[in-house]
């Protein structure tokens, strides 16, 4: 007899409007928090928190630092190995990087 497994969850409430422009920072910052919280079952990792606000970094300066630096962690997979999962621990530093340059504190921790 098969064990049965656990639904996956859903997503709940509302994702976040894309960051564009620095200047809808503080209400990016307020939309990825609650969605994290309201969603901690499904983004229950860093790399998981990291990569789907990277894809809310879409145009502007937030678009063109957020595709910098995955051009960045993909080249130094490349040269440095061929893994998979080099390119994940490189793009894993990404947070230092929001912290500092962007100010998203208390989303993900490093």
Same mark, same amino acid.
């Given at each position: 007899?098969?064990?049965?497994?656990?639904?996956? =969850?859903? &997503? %709940?409430?509302?994702? =976040?409007? !894309?960051?564009?422009? *620095?200047? #809808?920072? &503080?209400?990016?910052?307020? %939309?990825?928090?609650?969605?994290? +919280?309201?969603? #901690?079952? $499904? @983004? #229950?990792?860093? $790399?998981?928190?990291?990569?789907?606000?990277?894809? @809310?970094?879409? &145009?502007?300066?937030?678009?063109?630092?957020?595709?910098?630096? +995955? &051009? %960045?962690? %993909?080249? *130094?997979?490349?040269?440095?190995? @061929?893994?998979?999962?080099?390119?994940?621990?490189?793009?894993?530093?990404? !947070?230092? @990087?929001?912290?500092? *340059?962007?100010?998203?504190?208390?989303? $993900?921790?490093?």
């Amino acid at each position: 007899m098969a064990t049965p497994t656990a639904p996956t =969850p859903k &997503e %709940q409430g509302r994702r =976040p409007d !894309p960051f564009m422009k *620095q200047s #809808d920072y &503080e209400v990016f910052k307020r %939309q990825l928090t609650t969605f994290f +919280i309201a969603n #901690d079952a $499904i @983004y #229950d990792t860093e $790399i998981k928190k990291i990569l789907f606000t990277l894809s @809310y970094m879409t &145009e502007g300066t937030p678009g063109a630092w957020a595709q910098y630096r +995955i &051009e %960045q962690a %993909q080249t *130094q997979a490349v040269a440095g190995c @061929y893994e998979y999962w080099k390119f994940l621990v490189i793009l894993s530093s990404v !947070p230092l @990087y929001i912290y500092s *340059q962007l100010g998203i504190l208390g989303i $993900i921790s490093i």
